[in-house]
């Protein structure tokens, strides 16, 4: 959620800024809306400072003998003139509330506007791999090995699901131990959430009310509020898990990761190029998470990015890392570093991990505090990144490391956790 007093001292540059998003913001609206709650809860104010004066006479005027009844009349119109302006000011302070609800972040200065046309490549490593040998695609390759059953995935729940069997089973365990013993290294804390989350979880992540549709809901109650929904992203559940706290500074930065399988909607038609596992409902994926002080918040995303980089560079595989242009960057984030990997049959990269910077914004919408050196109370940052999702570093691996006779070489750093094989093989 957005800074309500930044916006009355900057409001053009914010307005400017947001643009670079695509949003057209109306910050002239909230502001007069808040500029009337301000006033009403200013005579609120001043009506309670009437009445408390005028209650404090009244003993003295009963000891004198004076008629007080038209007083004690008076002092219950004034009791309803107050709680009709308090209302007016509480309503007043739901819709200003109601409209930066929905406002996205605002992006860093250094973004460029605009989509994925603007998006920036900042990084290339490694070659695209050649072959002297017709390649073939994921889909195939699996389906040969049979190491992903696509159709028994379809028979069990439809389009966009598949099932792992035998050694794709043990290839997508591995890539998770991996990035789990990588980041238990890095000093990371460990952290299995639960799958099912209360709506107060999307809404302080930022992705409700205006995502809200994207999810899997659980419940039938036709207030989303009292429902649940299947996480889509652990990050969703770590950035709340202080929320309304206030962290002791000594504790940051706190970092944090989580294995979960995501469930995702995923709206509308497949294209050709994205059959198998590029686009699915459900996929698992580790999550790292940062919470910092506003000080330690630019380092934190380099390090996160650099850990996204670093998981990819130890598989082996090729890829890039691009800065997102301010519309490309989700709507909660104010900077995002995509790691995207080579696809061959698809001719392009493909996202594996977005990195990003929620700046306050998260930390606002969940009331998530630290208190600093001296003792003063602020929001903290908060930062995530994908470490990684597999369902594309999977097809990647697959294709990247196919060989002429039909088998997948197993990339070394996995090999420890397939019990030393080296290849898949038919």
Same mark, same amino acid.
């Given at each position: 959620?957005?800074?309500?007093?930044?916006?009355?001292?900057?409001?053009?540059?914010?307005?400017?800024?947001?643009?670079?998003?695509?949003?057209? %913001?109306?910050?002239?609206?909230?502001?007069?809306? &808040?500029?009337?709650?301000?006033?009403?809860?200013?005579?609120?104010?001043?009506?309670?400072?009437?009445?408390?004066?005028?209650?404090?006479?009244?003993?003295?005027?009963?000891?004198?003998? *004076?008629?007080? &009844?038209?007083?004690? %009349?008076?002092?219950?119109?004034?009791?309803?003139?107050?709680?009709?302006?308090? %209302?007016?000011?509480?309503?007043?302070?739901? *819709?200003?509330?109601?409209?930066?609800?929905?406002?996205?972040?605002?992006?860093?200065?250094?973004?460029? #506007?605009?989509?994925?046309?603007?998006? /920036?490549?900042?990084?290339?490593?490694?070659?695209?791999?050649?072959?002297?040998?017709?390649?073939?695609?994921?889909? =195939?390759?699996?389906? *040969?090995?049979?190491?992903?059953?696509?159709?028994?995935?379809?028979?069990?729940?439809?389009?966009?699901?598949?099932?792992?069997?035998?050694?794709?089973?043990?290839?997508?365990?591995?890539?998770?131990?991996?990035?789990?013993?990588?980041?238990?290294? =890095?000093?990371?804390?460990?952290?299995?959430?639960?799958?099912?989350?209360?709506?107060?979880?999307?809404?302080?992540?930022?992705?409700?009310?205006?995502?809200?549709?994207?999810?899997?809901?659980?419940?039938?109650?036709?207030?989303?509020?009292?429902?649940?929904?299947?996480?889509?992203?652990?990050?969703?559940?770590?950035?709340?898990?202080? #929320?309304?706290?206030?962290? =002791?500074?000594?504790?940051?930065?706190?970092?944090?990761?989580?294995?979960?399988?995501?469930?995702?909607?995923?709206? !509308? $038609?497949?294209?050709?190029?994205?059959?198998?596992?590029?686009?699915?409902?459900?996929?698992?994926?580790?999550?790292?998470?940062?919470?910092?002080?506003?000080?330690? #918040?630019?380092?934190?995303?380099? /390090?996160?990015?650099?850990?996204?980089a670093s998981l990819m560079e130890k598989l082996g595989l090729h890829f890039r890392i691009s800065k997102l242009a301010a519309g490309d960057c989700s709507a909660s984030m104010a900077r995002t570093y995509d790691i995207e990997v080579w696809i061959p049959s698809m001719g392009i990269y493909k996202e594996v991990s977005s990195v990003s910077n929620a700046r306050d914004y998260q930390a606002r919408r969940n009331n998530t505090k630290y208190r600093?050196?001296?003792?003063?109370?602020?929001?903290?940052?908060?930062?995530?990144? #994908?470490?990684? %999702?597999? $369902?594309?570093?999977?097809?990647?691996?697959?294709?990247?490391?196919?060989?002429?006779?039909?088998?997948?070489?197993?990339?070394?750093?996995?090999?420890?956790?397939?019990? !030393?094989? /080296?290849?898949?093989?038919?």
């Amino acid at each position: 959620m957005l800074d309500l007093k930044r916006i009355q001292e900057n409001k053009e540059h914010i307005k400017e800024l947001l643009a670079r998003k695509g949003y057209d %913001a109306d910050l002239d609206a909230l502001l007069a809306i &808040d500029e009337k709650r301000r006033k009403a809860v200013s005579y609120v104010e001043t009506l309670k400072a009437q009445r408390n004066k005028v209650s404090a006479e009244i003993p003295a005027l009963k000891k004198t003998g *004076k008629p007080v &009844d038209d007083i004690f %009349a008076e002092m219950r119109k004034l009791g309803e003139e107050i709680a009709e302006k308090d %209302a007016e000011a509480k309503e007043l302070e739901q *819709k200003a509330f109601d409209m930066l609800c929905v406002m996205p972040n605002i992006p860093d200065e250094d973004l460029k #506007s605009g989509e994925k046309e603007n998006n /920036e490549v900042i990084k290339v490593v490694g070659e695209k791999p050649e072959f002297s040998f017709k390649p073939q695609n994921h889909v =195939d390759i699996c389906t *040969k090995l049979g190491i992903i059953d696509y159709q028994r995935g379809v028979k069990l729940s439809g389009g966009g699901f598949w099932v792992y069997r035998g050694e794709g089973a043990r290839l997508e365990w591995a890539l998770l131990n991996f990035f789990i013993s990588e980041h238990l290294k =890095d000093g990371y804390e460990f952290i299995l959430p639960p799958l099912q989350l209360g709506y107060n979880c999307g809404f302080g992540a930022g992705q409700f009310p205006k995502f809200s549709d994207e999810v899997y809901w659980l419940d039938v109650d036709e207030d989303r509020k009292k429902n649940r929904f299947m996480l889509p992203t652990a990050e969703t559940a770590l950035v709340n898990l202080y #929320s309304g706290e206030i962290i =002791d500074n000594a504790k940051l930065p706190m970092k944090f990761f989580a294995y979960t399988p995501c469930f995702r909607k995923e709206a !509308g $038609s497949y294209r050709a190029e994205e059959r198998g596992m590029i686009r699915g409902h459900q996929f698992n994926k580790v999550e790292m998470v940062q919470y910092t002080t506003q000080e330690g #918040s630019d380092a934190a995303f380099g /390090e996160l990015v650099n850990k996204a980089a670093s998981l990819m560079e130890k598989l082996g595989l090729h890829f890039r890392i691009s800065k997102l242009a301010a519309g490309d960057c989700s709507a909660s984030m104010a900077r995002t570093y995509d790691i995207e990997v080579w696809i061959p049959s698809m001719g392009i990269y493909k996202e594996v991990s977005s990195v990003s910077n929620a700046r306050d914004y998260q930390a606002r919408r969940n009331n998530t505090k630290y208190r600093d050196v001296n003792g003063k109370t602020q929001f903290v940052h908060t930062l995530n990144g #994908s470490g990684l %999702a597999t $369902s594309r570093v999977f097809p990647a691996i697959i294709e990247q490391f196919q060989n002429a006779d039909g088998s997948v070489t197993v990339p070394e750093v996995l090999r420890p956790f397939m019990g !030393g094989q /080296e290849k898949i093989t038919l």
